[in-house]
């Protein structure tokens, strides 16, 4: 989980028996650096994922904020 009014560069890569759980919460970006997989992915209102052409995997999303 990342705090308000900040932005993070990155990318988040598990293994087959790893878990990655990631919340973006409001006023955060996320610009991608690599491809992401995740288990739950959860984007608050006026949160942004740039995902900069990477490949962004989930099982589960709630979405109310800008995926790009």
């Given at each position: 989980t990342t705090a308000s009014t900040h932005t993070y560069n990155g990318y988040?890569?598990?293994d087959r028996s790893g878990t990655a759980n990631v919340t973006v919460d409001s006023g955060v970006t996320w610009n991608?650096?690599?491809?992401t997989n995740v288990n739950t992915l959860?984007?608050?209102?006026?949160a942004v994922i740039n995902t900069n052409g990477h490949q962004l995997k989930y099982k589960s999303l709630d979405n109310k904020g800008v995926m790009n």
């Open positions: 988040v890569s598990t991608l650096t690599g491809d959860v984007i608050h209102k006026n």
